[in-house]
């Protein structure tokens, strides 16, 4: 949506969700009974954001977004029985699943400032929340003549927060040098322990010629 010339708005959403799933049927003639084997996997992601771009000069520009992704997978095994007994048709089941995911809240602010036509500066700030589900048991069984069980256990959230200021500049210095500098400052909170880290990075690009061109650079990352 554009309300101005200098100011607009985006917006997106895609999800997606698959399955693959197996039931084997073994009939036993003898004593009419009928066995059920069951398999279902299933997994999906869902990713939306809404980002904000707005012109503060001709020379800086600004770009604010929230967005929410998450992930999400199950795993299911079970055992089914029919037969008849006395004109009567009973079941038996039994059904174990395992889940787990995970989902991001997230906001950002970006900045694209160049003062001049040799540089390009870049500068923002990232503040994420995660919530990790690592594993989530669940339990269903129905037994003829006997109480159902249904239930969850081993459920654990962790909940942990990201946080990222970067800054860079692209500062051509020559026709044939350019430069690339920049650093982030991170954080990752997680269960009462905080991980910080400074991430440094310098690339250049030196042209020989037309066709020849020498590139270097070094970073520093850290995965949490």
């Known amino acids: ?65 929230g967005s929410y992704t998450r992930y999400r997978n199950r795993l299911t095994l079970g055992v089914e029985e029919e037969w008849h007994e006395q004109g009567q048709l009973y079941s ?55 109480p159902s069980l249904d239930t969850t256990f081993g459920e654990s959230r962790i909940h942990a927060g990201e946080f990222t200021l970067y800054a860079e500049d692209d500062w051509s210095i020559a026709e044939a040098l350019k430069i690339n500098g920049g650093v982030a400052l991170t954080g990752f909170n997680v269960e009462g322990c905080f991980y910080p880290s400074v991430q440094p990075r310098l690339s250049g690009r030196l042209m020989l010629g037309d066709d020849l061109s020498i590139k270097a650079g070094y970073s520093y990352m850290t995965q949490y």
């Open 92 to 146: 038996d089941e039994v059904e174990m699943g395992i889940n787990s995911g995970i989902q991001d809240f997230a906001g950002r602010v970006d900045f694209d400032y160049a003062p001049s036509p040799e540089h390009n500066i870049k500068f923002g700030g990232i503040a994420t929340l995660h919530t990790f589900i690592p594993q989530v048991q669940s339990a269903r069984m129905q037994f003829t003549g006997a």
């Open 1 to 65: 949506h554009k309300f101005s010339d200098r100011s607009r708005l985006y917006a997106t959403w895609y999800s997606g969700d698959d399955e693959a799933y197996m039931r084997v049927k073994v009939n036993d003639s003898f004593y009419d009974e009928k066995e059920y084997l069951k398999l279902s996997y299933r997994w999906g992601n869902l990713a939306t954001a809404v980002r904000w771009n707005y012109e503060l000069t001709q020379k800086l520009f600004m770009n604010v977004t």
